[in-house]
């Protein structure tokens, strides 16, 4: 089955995408169908552009798969939903971004697939900035997903989120991650840092 056969969204999303996009996709696709049984784990590596273009096309892939027409073709499903998967797992090796953070999020909640939910928490714990993890906060309206990114600030070193404290859009949320550090995990250093802010006029979130 061809992309132009996968609907008219996708196979424009596909055209668009630059060459070494598109064979970094079919590389791993390619790699999949011939794996061994045991699981391996991969790199691809790829610049932030790449990041963008691949998230458009799970975009695209996803809104095609809930199609009425679609859901009546297995085979094409199939294939749609394995094309989705690639990139999902590119995605998850590699990007840093908070609005595919959410998109990779949402679709674990969409799909009550916990597992893959955890191990994107895990990945915005030892791959994402302070900023990018307050923007997922921002961001998303799905609670649990701001619930992991709260979660996620709150471990992070004190020094890592005091800059937020500065900025207009995170300042609410730094402050919230502060309040966390300083009573649930009684960090005297996080209660004095809030307690200046408060002074300086700031209102820490609820």
Request: glycine share 4%.
């Amino acid at each position: 089955m061809t992309i132009n056969e996968f609907g008219g969204r996708v196979a424009s999303v596909w055209e668009g995408l630059r060459p070494v996009t598109k064979k970094m996709l079919v590389r791993v696709l390619k790699s999949d169908k011939n794996a061994s049984p045991t699981p391996q784990t991969g790199k691809y590596f790829y610049d932030a552009h790449a990041d963008w273009e691949v998230s458009r096309l799970l975009s695209a892939l996803d809104e095609q798969s809930r199609s009425s027409e679609v859901r009546k073709d297995a085979d094409k499903l199939s294939e749609i939903n394995e094309l989705a998967d690639v990139c999902v797992r590119v995605l998850e090796a590699q990007s840093a971004s908070a609005e595919v953070f959410i998109q990779l999020a949402e679709r674990a909640v969409k799909e009550n697939n916990y597992n893959r939910l955890d191990k994107l928490a895990d990945h915005l714990a030892e791959r994402y900035s302070a900023g990018e993890i307050a923007e997922v906060a921002r961001q998303t309206e799905s609670p649990q997903i701001r619930a992991i990114a709260f979660e996620t600030l709150a471990m992070m070193p004190i020094q890592a989120i005091i800059p937020l404290l500065d900025d207009q859009l995170y300042s609410g949320i730094a402050a919230a991650a502060l309040e966390q550090k300083a009573y649930e995990f009684e960090s005297d250093e996080a209660r004095d840092i809030l307690e200046q802010f408060d002074a300086e006029g700031g209102t820490p979130a609820d």
